[in-house]
């Protein structure tokens, strides 16, 4: 399987797995992502995704153009068709996304991982938008949510010169949270998880949804979308579990109703 999807307790695991091409994605392969994010999206015991690459080269290197010409491609060949809905476009999902970055994360890999809300990476990956180098742009969204994430400078300097940096870059200008050595990346990114997971999931898809759709709008439409959307969370069983468990010093049982 192009796309390895596994479940335990309440955290999901999406590996990339196609290391004999650096895990590129065909548009098949997104496809077929997109189906097993859909269930993760839909599955009410699943309350965290963590995203990362198979081997330890590559995180992903974006879309296989050996496999396929890239869409809008003038070249031979016919388009590929691809999904209308990915993670970096177009699919709401509001349950927290950990990349665990173990290797080359450029082009659509790197967007993949700025689609997702935080990012552990092991010391030895390397991070860049070289689509300008191809003749391309960046088409996963990279122009837009690199230069929301780091300084503009430094953003214009990777997509224009296509540009790549080092783990301990990303992390000195606040794209990557946290660089540890290759044997404990997935260690660390479960970790991560595991501490969201202590907390009522509703009200983290709550805070989620509030931050993404608030990013783009006016202040005061945004706390109108935080009021309403911490509405729903107060009317939760998650609520009342919540303050029972602080008068009763205890920790909470979340169920995610």
Not at 65 to 81: A, D, I, T, W, Y
Not at 140 to 147: A, D, H, K, Y
Not at 192 to 208: D, F, H, M, N
């Amino acid at each position: 399987m192009p796309i390895e999807y596994e479940k335990e307790g309440h955290i999901a695991t999406f590996t990339i797995n196609r290391p004999e091409v650096m895990n590129a994605l065909s548009p098949e392969s997104l496809a077929d992502w997109t189906a097993v994010l859909e269930d993760f999206r839909d599955d009410k015991n699943l309350w965290v995704g963590i995203i990362t690459g198979a081997g330890e080269k590559a995180f992903c290197t974006g879309l296989d153009l050996k496999g396929s010409p890239p869409p809008g491609s003038s070249g031979q060949g016919e388009r590929p068709r691809m999904p209308q809905e990915t993670l970096v476009r177009g699919l709401e999902l509001w349950k927290p996304l950990i990349a665990a970055i173990n290797g080359y994360a450029l082009g659509g890999g790197l967007e993949i991982a700025l689609a997702c809300d935080i990012r552990v990476a092991s010391d030895t990956a390397r991070m860049g938008l070289p689509e300008v180098t191809l003749g391309l742009m960046p088409g996963w969204g990279g122009t837009q949510r690199l230069t929301r994430l780091i300084p503009f400078s430094i953003a214009a300097e990777m997509t224009l010169m296509g540009r790549r940096i080092t783990a301990q870059e990303a992390l000195d200008i606040g794209l990557v949270h946290q660089v540890v050595p290759q044997a404990e990346l997935m260690a660390a990114a479960k970790e991560r998880a595991e501490k969201i997971c202590e907390s009522a999931p509703l009200a983290v898809q709550g805070v989620k949804e509030a931050m993404i759709r608030g990013y783009s709008m006016s202040l005061e439409d945004g706390l109108k979308l935080e009021s309403e959307l911490g509405r729903s969370v107060l009317a939760s069983r998650d609520f009342a579990e919540g303050r029972k468990a602080f008068q009763e010093k205890r920790k909470p049982n979340y169920t995610g109703e």
